[in-house]
């Protein structure tokens, strides 16, 4: 079954740096999203994506992060300039056009910041 | 406001024994309804999806869910719980169009004696 790749599974980054997340969504998605989980918190909706724009994002996802779909396959997050609360999971997920299908997920990375 | 409440931070139960994890929503829609799982060190995996009619439906390794509207749950059930089903369980609800803005619980851990 195809999966959504992320890399790397873990990255320690110093407070401040730029870090650049990966994703390789399922090849036949259109859509696609980034959510990310602090340790002991909730799964939190972090931006959508379709047609080279982001359709949607939450109030988490401020100007120090950016989506980029730099390829026909990877899908990237970047945090611009991190801070020690951006240290979470971070899981990218894909889902085909057809409303009510299923959003399938990576196995996340883990941000740490230092 | 939107929100998932899964009451039971934790559930130990006997291998072999019958499993249910409880999920409550608020959501001023009708939203689609999901259960995720996650086992250590793993990504986020689909269980199963209710989106409409049969208002009990079948998911991956056994699990089954029922759909009460009228008690706004989303209940995950299981007949005989086998150790691999160690994990965190994640209940959430989404609009019903494709921006996937998946409301999570908070999760429900998992313990399997043996």
Not at chain 2, 16 to 24: K, M, Q, T, Y
């Amino acid at each position: 079954e195809p999966e959504v790749t992320q890399t790397p599974s873990h990255q320690v980054t110093q407070m401040g740096q730029e870090v650049i997340l990966r994703c390789v969504p399922i090849s036949n998605h259109l859509y696609f999203y980034w959510y990310r989980q602090i340790l002991g918190q909730k799964v939190e909706f972090l931006v959508s994506f379709y047609n080279n724009e982001i359709s949607e994002k939450s109030e988490i996802f401020d100007d120090q992060f950016s989506v980029e779909r730099p390829d026909g396959s990877n899908f990237t997050l970047k945090i611009r300039s991190t801070k020690l609360e951006d240290s979470a999971m971070y899981f990218c997920a894909s889902s085909e056009i057809i409303v009510g299908r299923p959003l399938h997920f990576g196995n996340g990375t883990r941000l740490t910041v230092t | 406001a939107q929100s998932v409440t899964q009451p039971d931070i934790h559930i130990t139960v006997s291998e072999g024994a019958s499993l249910e994890l409880r999920c409550n929503y608020s959501y001023g829609a009708t939203p689609y309804l999901f259960w995720y799982v996650q086992s250590p060190g793993q990504g986020l995996q689909l269980l199963l999806k209710y989106f409409s009619g049969d208002t009990l439906v079948q998911g991956i390794k056994g699990f089954e869910a029922e759909f009460k509207r009228s008690q706004s749950s989303f209940n995950l059930r299981k007949p005989s719980v086998h150790w691999s089903d160690a994990a965190e369980y994640f209940c959430a609800v989404g609009p019903m169009d494709s921006s996937y803005k998946l409301i999570f619980g908070s999760g429900t851990r998992l313990l399997v004696r043996p």
